[in-house]
């Protein structure tokens, strides 16, 4: 408490305050509250309710605030400091083990968006049922490269044209899981914030660049930016019991489910809801141009005239992240998938019909986990609006993986096919599931060759494979691409003045303990 108030009163932001306790942000404001450093419009609106006797319950419901909102902006009670991290860390301990006891009741299935050209072979066939859903995504690092580091990728980082993978994974993979696919295939260690985002042509489109489209869609495509970093990485539980490898691949292995609660429809859209409510009127600051020029009043304007680029100066966080709950088949197709763009009004209209009766049959749980599974239930599905997506890691190195569909395969069961005696026969096996694996490209025709075992490679052991890859892998802290190109040159006895990689033996010795070994592995064996 006392590191939190005095770094506070020498100015530190909130944001770095609990990088350097090593807390959440959530903590650091909760205390600063009770010790009355810090406050707003939404924690003295709460502050005043606790002072009049009114339970967490009871001022959510007052102001038409979520739970967790409210408890983000209360106070602590005194005597609360000491337990303060044995209580969280038990309550982290018991959702945890929440979550764990929800997988195992989870089914493992594939949601899978049935496209035309499937269906036509259906229907050809007389095949029932559906199948598994693949998709082939394309992974770039996408960095401003000149020719000398082109030079030093292709000399000492084995890259021969970008530093890329090429990834086959399940549909019903969510960007979460396929966060961790993606840290694994290019060498990083989940040492820094992410996000997914569409690009900003998609993004601009989607949103009509209003500020009122944007809250309309949160909930169904992007986050609403609350700040609750511990909900937003509910998964991050490594304790070091098994090695980093295996951790990972258990992250990207299905069945797949989000454990979180802020990213659900119910959740995100009560919170873009009341920001709209409390502020038809919005002060904007100003943009960097502006303030370079000397313009640092910013803007007064009507919520309705607020543009998402002007809105990204409201939040801490960027308006355009995705939902990470979101499947890889529910935001990305192939490029020659048609009739996805302009869909999204039906979306919206059929989100916000079901809202109002949804939160009201909510309110009625008393349970988390009954509260969680409704919630769920009731997200509602989406259409994918690109075939690409990016993804961006550690903001301050600046890596960006632009992510592309490139094809589309469906893997169908034989054994749901008609047979002459009416008799199917159920394979229990990996191997006897594989044997019956029908693998076929969007035309309706059928896969073979190494194709085929990497397409049934993913089905039967439900995860993704890597099956092309160029360039060694990178690493954490390393100063961006600029520095990564540095560090090369000095593994290999080469000096460069910009970096601090001139010894050899050091450089070689510190890329070891960030995971990096110089080795450049088997595609098959990269997941």
């Keep these: 408490m006392d590191r939190i108030t005095d770094e506070f009163k020498k100015g530190t932001p909130i944001k770095e305050i609990a990088k350097k306790i090593g807390i959440s942000e959530v903590k650091v404001r909760r205390i600063l509250i009770t010790e009355g450093l810090w406050h707003s419009v939404t924690s003295d609106e709460i502050v005043k309710l606790v002072d009049e006797g009114l339970s967490t319950a009871e001022i959510a419901d007052k102001l038409q605030k979520p739970l967790k909102t409210v408890q983000a902006y209360m106070p ?25 006891e929800f997988a195992k009741k989870q089914p493992v299935r594939n949601e899978v968006m049935e496209m035309k050209k499937f269906d036509i072979w259906k229907e050809k066939t007389g095949y029932v049922g559906d199948g598994h859903k693949i998709l082939k995504l394309h992974l770039e690092l996408i960095a401003d490269i000149d020719d000398e580091a082109e030079h030093i990728l292709k000399k000492y980082g084995k890259m021969k044209r970008a530093i890329s993978r090429d990834i086959l994974a399940p549909a019903d993979m969510r960007l979460h899981n396929l966060h961790y696919a993606i840290q694994r295939a290019f060498g990083w260690q989940n040492s820094h914030l992410h996000n997914f985002a569409y690009p900003d042509e998609v993004f601009s489109q989607l949103t009509d660049n209003k500020l009122t489209k944007w809250l309309d869609l949160c909930g169904i495509y992007f986050r609403f930016p609350d700040g609750d970093n511990e909900d937003l990485y509910w998964d991050d539980d490594y304790d070091g019991s098994v090695s980093p490898k295996t951790w990972f691949k258990r992250k990207y292995t299905g069945p797949y489910y989000y454990g979180g609660s802020c990213e659900n429809y119910l959740y995100a859209a009560t919170q873009a809801k009341a920001f709209k409510q409390q502020n038809p009127i919005l002060r904007i600051g100003p943009s960097f141009e502006e303030f370079m020029t000397g313009k640092t009043d910013g803007k007064i304007a009507k919520i309705e005239n607020v543009t998402t680029d002007e809105s990204r100066r409201l939040f801490e966080s960027g308006t355009d992240e995705l939902l990470e709950r979101l499947t890889i088949g529910e935001v990305l197709a192939a490029s020659d998938y048609e009739g996805w763009k302009f869909k999204t009004e039906r979306l919206i209209r ?38 690409r997506i990016m993804y961006s890691y550690d903001y301050g190195d600046g890596w960006q993986i632009e992510i592309t569909c490139v094809d589309e395969y469906e893997s169908f069961d034989r054994w749901n096919e008609p047979s002459e005696d009416g008799f199917v026969m159920v394979p229990i096996t990996k191997e006897a599931i ?8 969007k035309n309706g025709k059928e896969i073979e060759g190494e194709l085929r075992d990497q397409l049934i490679n993913v089905v039967v052991k439900h995860k993704p494979v890597c099956v092309s890859a160029d360039g060694l892998p990178l690493l954490d802290d390393v100063g961006g691409i600029g520095g990564y190109c540095a560090f090369l040159l000095g593994v290999h006895g080469r000096e460069c003045d910009a970096y601090d990689y001139n010894d050899k033996e050091e450089t070689i010795e510190w890329g070891r303990g960030m995971g990096w070994n110089g080795r450049m592995n088997k595609p098959e064996n990269i997941l």
């Design 350 to 387: 059929d989100a916000n019909g079901s809202f109002s009766d949804n939160y009201n049959k909510m309110r009625t749980f008393t349970d988390d986990y009954d509260i969680d599974r409704f919630c769920r239930e009731t997200n509602p599905k989406v259409i994918p609006l690109s075939d």
């Design 76 to 100: 602590y009670s005194r005597g609360e400091y000491g337990l303060l991290q044995s209580y969280n860390a038990e309550q982290s301990k018991k959702f945890r083990e929440r979550n764990r």
């Design 434 to 441: 594989a044997e019956n694996q029908h693998p076929i490209d």
